[in-house]
């Protein structure tokens, strides 16, 4: 067989499970794909950015020409926006991309990846594909347990990956937490702060001053959610310059499409639309934790723009919610068979959520 000699480790990956797409679901129930509310992915609810929808309309009209190899305006605009250098920057395919190039970067058959135990999935599966160890912490009450990982640390290790917020949980470890990890981890090992969820914070954790002080860590952040750029696969790291550099040399030429890179450029300081989108999620958060608490159902009280909440069988209520047109994450992937994720919609998707949820309970 032409597959015998693929790599053993790639051959076990269970693929990524992405939140069903709403025309997917349509073809398969027969449904009008408008009548779908998709709360499955932490999508941005009110849509793109609108200063990106234009100026991804402006640049299509270049389409024939390769992006900007370099990602020049991107990364300028990206270290003004935080006071760093453009080499402190990282453009990747989705922030997903850039866990993807550190693992390439430092992982191999006999290094270690440490992460909590309900960490984004995706940690996990970057390990396995490069044939590493993972490790997992357990993170009682679905908190990091940054002691913890302090503890599972070796010779071995290259990476920890805190995600903070996490995704599922939805749950943030504080900067007083972060600065005493930060205070005793080994210098060998390389400290990723993920931070999809970064603008829906109040008063957010700050770990870029590990990047000026030139420690070994790289903040992820992403167009994805509050920028609400899902679609145009476009993210980026922060890193000291010599880590960047390794992550700049592990990417794809193009890795950043030109169409990205021009919505993104536009989206960053549109502070209209992230501050509508961050406003639309306090509300929505707000009703899911009180209505989940009306109804006497667990759930994980998020600061990110998503909620986990305990339904008892998971699977069931996504698929007989799915058959009633309202997407959400089934978390069995994630070991968590009781649960399901929703994602923050509109007051009018939310809404529906509640609606459905209600008759499938
Ligand atoms: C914690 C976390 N990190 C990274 C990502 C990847 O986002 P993207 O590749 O769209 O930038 C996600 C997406 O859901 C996430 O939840």
């Not at 957010?204 to 860590?217: F, H, M, Q, S, W």
């Not at 145009?232 to 700049?248: H, Q, T």
């Amino acid at each position: 067989m032409t597959t015998d000699h693929a790599n053993q480790f790639v051959c076990d990956l269970v693929a990524y499970e992405p939140g069903k797409p709403i025309e997917e679901t349509a073809r398969e129930l027969g449904l009008d794909p408008k009548e779908i509310v998709k709360l499955a992915s932490n999508e941005n609810p009110l849509g793109p950015s609108p200063l990106a929808q234009k100026a991804i309309a402006e640049a299509a009209s270049t389409a024939h020409i390769y992006p900007d190899g370099g990602g020049f305006k991107l990364r300028s605009a990206i270290a003004e926006k935080y006071d760093l250098d453009i080499k402190n920057t990282v453009l990747g395919n989705g922030s997903n991309e850039i866990i993807e190039l550190l693992c390439h970067s430092f992982l191999n058959p006999d290094a270690e990846l440490v992460a909590a135990e309900h960490a984004f999935v995706v940690y996990k599966l970057m390990a396995t594909l490069f044939g590493a160890k993972y490790v997992a912490v357990p993170d009682p009450g679905f908190v990091h347990d940054l002691d913890g990982m302090l503890n599972a640390i070796t010779d071995k290790t290259r990476l920890v990956f805190i995600a903070n917020p996490n995704n599922p949980t939805g749950t943030i470890v504080s900067e007083a937490a972060i600065d005493a990890f930060m205070a005793k981890v080994p210098e060998h090992v390389i400290v990723v702060f993920d931070e999809a969820y970064f603008e829906f914070l109040d008063d957010a954790p700050d770990t870029l001053k590990y990047i000026r002080e030139g420690k070994n860590v790289c903040v992820l952040r992403t167009f994805s959610k509050a920028q609400g750029l899902a679609a145009l696969r476009i993210g980026y790291g922060l890193a000291s310059e010599p880590l960047a550099n390794i992550l700049n040399k592990a990417r794809q030429p193009f890795n950043a499409n030109a169409i990205a890179q021009a919505g993104a450029l536009a989206a960053i300081n549109d502070t209209s639309h992230i501050n509508a989108t961050v406003e639309n999620n306090r509300i929505g958060l707000e009703l899911f934790h009180s209505e989940f608490e009306k109804r006497n159902l667990e759930y994980v009280p998020s600061v990110a723009n998503f909620v986990l909440v305990k339904v008892k069988e998971g699977d069931r209520v996504f698929k007989e919610m799915l058959a009633k047109g309202v997407i959400v994450r089934a978390m069995s992937g994630y070991k968590l068979p009781d649960w399901i994720r929703v994602s923050v919609g509109t007051p009018t998707e939310n809404a529906r959520f509640l609606e459905v949820l209600d008759e499938v309970l």
